[in-house]
């Protein structure tokens, strides 16, 4: 059993930065981070392919946000920078002990956080 607990959401205005942070139990080789806006589906933005060394972010974040990870603190980042309102959304870190590689898929993951919310205003 993995446990994920996110942290560092909260408010900004367009164009401004956060650092989300997820605390880690067990090492895992697909990290990955999701959010959903209401009405929306669950999105994969970015994932860290542990194993491979390999990193991906989605279009809409490419560029602007930057996924890294500390194993020996046990710890999965996301640096948010350039923020949009339409970056508004509730982020979950999750977790699996193996995936397809490529874009994150949520049926993948069985390890998941709690969430933090992120909200940007114009």
């Known amino acids: 059993q993995v446990q994920l607990m996110e942290s560092g959401g909260g408010s900004v205005q367009a164009g401004g930065s956060l650092r989300l942070t997820c605390a880690y139990s067990?090492?895992?080789?697909?990290m990955g981070w999701f959010r959903q806006a209401p009405g929306k589906e669950r999105e994969g933005i970015a994932v860290?392919?542990?194993?491979?060394?390999?990193?991906y972010h989605a279009d809409s974040v490419k560029g602007r946000f930057t996924i890294s990870q500390d194993n020996a603190k046990r710890m999965l980042y996301l640096q948010m920078n350039s923020l949009k309102p339409e970056d508004t959304a509730m982020y979950y870190c999750?977790?699996?002990?193996?995936?397809?590689?490529?874009?994150?898929?949520?049926?993948?993951?069985?390890?998941w956080g709690q969430g933090t919310q992120v909200t940007v205003s114009s």
């Open positions: 999750a977790a699996a002990p193996a995936c397809s590689g490529g874009p994150p898929v949520y049926n993948e993951y069985p390890y």
């Open positions: 067990v090492y895992t080789r697909c």
């Open positions: 860290i392919y542990t194993s491979a060394y390999i990193r």
